[in-house]
């Protein structure tokens, strides 16, 4: 997350806030004045794989989405579609029964997880309703083979092409979108996570005073188990590190299975005792995990980035950086 997109909300109604433009244009209706005046209440339909209450960062940002917007009085239709392989999500575009729902639904306009393009990337073509994608990464800014990722951005700029209106987590988001498939004139909004669901975070002075005291550092990393989350590259650096550290890892091995297993290899050939996979955590344990750090010895922010240069990794302790 670069300086920019850093949050600064002091509620969880970052949402509301920042949907407020792309979702009034969404349902707008030109009248003959040259006015636009958009329905007090509107009916939107949510496309999405799989369930609403899946564990995930993006999954949360869309629950608040859909609380807000009933809140307020909207009526909001789940559009659930199957979580299956790509070419199998693919033949979704194909499948009569989304074209009844997409067509039958009377929807003022369709909210569509970004997650969901390979669903909808022609599919989108059949519905009269207008289309307002929510990105949260784009899989074809991931670190893939290149032939792959020829066949991921020709099928996701087709799906960008065909959405009417964005609303982003962020402005590198936004930036990554207008990339490969420019905005123009199509109306978004960035809505940034407010980034206090589990408090304000502690203020500069105890975290200064906690980096200098004496201990191991306390790691914990917050994110399902799937390759672009770089665990595998933060074991890799920890791993030049013979001890005074641990990590605790929060997030679903299930996700994908395969790759949770090749972390769980890592681990064990690597002798790394010193990481403990807890699996995916409710919101309460995961807040209570959180809320531990503050009056523990863990006081360091750990970082790992992947450039044009290479990858690194480091940790900031407030007095000193050390990097690998």
Known sequence: M??????????????????????????????KAGRVVAPTTMRFGLILYGSLDTVSGGYLYDRMLVNHLRERGDTVDLISLT????????ADNFSPTLHRRLREGRYDALL???????????????????????????????????????LYRFVERRYLDSVDGFVFNSQTTLAAVDRLSPLGQRPHAVALPAGNRFGPPPDPDRIRGRATRPG???????????????????LDALGQIEDGWELNVAGSLQADARYAESIRRIIAQRGLSQVTLLGSLDESQL?????????????RLVWCRRGGAGRACGWWSGTRARFS
């Open 216 to 234: 191991p550092i306390h790691l914990l990393f917050v994110g399902n188990l799937i390759p672009r989350k770089g665990l595998r590259m933060l």
């Open 2 to 31: 670069g300086e920019r997109d850093r949050p600064g909300g002091v509620s969880n109604e970052f949402v509301g806030a920042g949907l407020a433009p792309a979702l009034c244009w969404a349902t707008a209706t030109p009248p």
């Open 83 to 90: 979580w299956r392989n790509y070419a199998a999500r693919l």
């Open 112 to 150: 569509q997880d970004e997650l969901n393009h390979p669903s909808l990337f022609l599919a989108n073509r059949i519905t009269g309703a207008r289309r307002i994608s929510i990105v949260h990464h784009l899989r074809a800014s991931e670190h893939r083979p290149a032939w792959q990722n020829l």
């Open 287 to 299: 807040g209570a995990r959180l809320r531990l750090f503050p009056q523990s010895a863990a006081r």
